[in-house]
C-alpha cells in the first residue's frame, strides 16, 4: 500500500489550503482514513479520522476550521502554530495502519 500526499505549501495566517491523500495498492477492507502532524521538535500528534461509517474525529486545536473527509483534509483560518508536516494515514479492518512519506505545510504570521 502506498499513500501520497499532495497539497502542502507556504501560507499567510487566515489562510487556507488542502491536502489530499492518494492511496494504491491492495489495502484490503479500511476502518477509516486520518492525518496527523509533526512540528520540529514535537511529537506526532493525530490530527482528524474520518471513519467509514461516516464519523469524525478532530483534535480540540483544529475543531471548527479543518474538515476531513475521505481523502481530504480542508484546513481554513491556518495559525503559525498548524506549522507541521502532515502524514496521512489509513487504517485496516486487519489492524494494519499505513503512512504517507509526508507534506509540509508553513504558516507565517
Known amino acids: 500500500v502506498q499513500l501520497v500526499e499532495s497539497g502542502g505549501g507556504l501560507v499567510q495566517a487566515g489562510e487556507s489550503l488542502r491536502l489530499s491523500c492518494a492511496a494504491s495498492?491492495?489495502?484490503?477492507?479500511?476502518?477509516?482514513f486520518g492525518w496527523y502532524r509533526q512540528a520540529p521538535g514535537k511529537q506526532r500528534e493525530l490530527v482528524a479520522t474520518?471513519?467509514?461509517?461516516?464519523s469524525t474525529y478532530y483534535a480540540d486545536s483544529v475543531k471548527g476550521r479543518f474538515t476531513i473527509s475521505r481523502d481530504e483534509l480542508t484546513m481554513n483560518m491556518l495559525k503559525p502554530e498548524d506549522t507541521a508536516v502532515y502524514y496521512c494515514?489509513?487504517?485496516?479492518?486487519?489492524?494494519?495502519?499505513?503512512w504517507g512519506q509526508g507534506t509540509q505545510v508553513t504558516v507565517s504570521s
Open positions: 495498492g491492495r489495502t484490503g477492507s479500511i476502518n477509516a
Open positions: 494515514t489509513l487504517f485496516s479492518a486487519a489492524g494494519l495502519q499505513f
Open positions: 474520518f471513519s467509514i461509517g461516516g
